[in-house]
T-cell receptor, first 113, second 107 residues
Framework: DSGVTQTPKHLITATGQRVTLRCSPR?????VYWYQQSLDQGLQFLIQ???????AKGNILERFSAQQFPDLHSELNLSSLELGDSALYFC????????????FGSGTRLTVV | GIQVEQSPPDLILQEGANSTLRCNFS?????LQWFHQNPWGQLINLFY???GTKQNGRLSATTVATERYSLLYISSSQTTDSGVYFC?????????FGAGTTVTVRA
């Protein structure tokens, strides 16, 4: 157990739907990062939050949004889902905004049908 | 952004063999990590190694930051070592990943 908890582990949904992925960072970590791993794109950085504030944005689609709550857990919302959004979504956490070791959760495998 | 190149892309080993995986990166970095993604998709952190050498059992890693490369050594490989090995570097508030080296260890 890495200490980073992601739920759910698996999700199957239909095109056009909306889903929410949840991440609880490791105890003491203030930064949360979201990554998408698809077969053709590899591991792509989506977005980072530090202590509730957005710090960096990567290749995140406008249909996707995220937030970090006061208790430091984070949610990634994916809407108007398309077949191409099927991927493994990882959350990672670190102590600071630019830090010395990132710990990854076990991921949420999203399948859009 | 920082470019990360890993080689070789694929590696097939006989159980018991040794191997070296390489990671080149295009700019100076604050952090470099090696991960193993197992067949179930889990990303396991192997090393945090922005510079120097570290060892953990049959695995060891060396990063030469001034020359912008890192090496991961697998000795006496086992079938459980199979999977994809990723190198990732920290630049601009995020980890940038290489494309990975897929390792297959045959019994």
């Amino acid at each position: 157990d890495s200490g980073v908890t992601q739920t759910p582990k698996h999700l199957i949904t239909a095109t056009g739907q909306r889903v929410t992925l949840r991440c609880s960072p490791r105890s003491g970590d203030l930064s949360v990062y979201w990554y998408q791993q698809s077969l053709d794109q590899g591991l792509q950085f989506l977005i980072q939050y530090y202590n509730g504030e957005e710090r960096a944005k990567g290749n995140i689609l406008e249909r996707f949004s995220a937030q970090q709550f006061p208790d430091l857990h984070s949610e990634l919302n994916l809407s108007s889902l398309e077949l191409g959004d099927s991927a493994l979504y990882f959350c990672a956490s670190s102590v600071g905004p630019r830090d010395y070791g990132y710990t990854f959760g076990s991921g949420t495998r999203l399948t859009v049908v | 952004g920082i470019q990360v190149e890993q080689s070789p892309p694929d590696l097939i080993l006989q159980e018991g063999a040794n191997s070296t995986l390489r990671c080149n990166f295009s700019d100076s970095v604050n952090n470099l990590q090696w991960f193993h993604q197992n067949p179930w998709g889990q990303l396991i952190n192997l090393f945090y190694i922005p510079s120097g050498t570290k060892q953990n059992g049959r695995l060891s890693a060396t990063t030469v930051a001034t020359e912008r490369y890192s090496l991961l050594y697998i000795s006496s490989s086992q079938t459980t070592d199979s999977g994809v090995y990723f190198c990732a570097v920290d630049g601009d508030y995020k980890l940038s990943f290489g494309a990975g080296t897929t390792v297959t260890v045959r019994a």
